[in-house]
Nanobody, 121 residues
């Protein structure tokens, strides 16, 4: 059994900051890439940022320079530091992890339950 649990969402004013966390737990052998996605009302889910096991990062153009993804491999946790937040960043944010379970030879993708981020004055 593998679980991803997000935390850190909430209501923030435009220009403010939030830090999301996502901890993976369970029978995990190794974790490859970890990422953050979001789904805004009436829109499809989109990639926000991803970080590989070696620390290579990639960001959506809309968040470059404002958001920073990082990970703590010892804690199986990925973070998303969000600065200069805009109303259009309002969405449910989901983390995912491409990982190999103990006893398995093939990677699989797991998702968290999502955390709401609302940017409004």
């Amino acid at each position: 059994q593998v679980q991803l649990v997000e935390s850190g969402g909430g209501l923030v004013q435009p220009g403010g900051s939030l830090r999301l966390s996502c901890a993976a737990s369970g029978s995990i052998f190794s974790i490859n890439a970890m990422g953050w996605y979001r789904r805004a009302p009436g829109k499809q889910r989109e990639l926000v940022a991803v970080i590989t096991g070696r620390g290579t990062t990639n960001y959506a153009d809309s968040v470059k320079g404002r958001f920073t993804i990082s990970r703590d491999n010892a804690k199986n946790t990925v973070y998303l530091q969000m600065n200069s937040l805009k109303p259009e960043d309002t969405a449910v944010y989901y983390c995912n992890a491409d990982l190999i379970r103990v006893g398995s030879s093939r990677p699989a993708v797991y998702w968290g339950q999502g955390t709401q981020v609302t940017v409004s004055s």
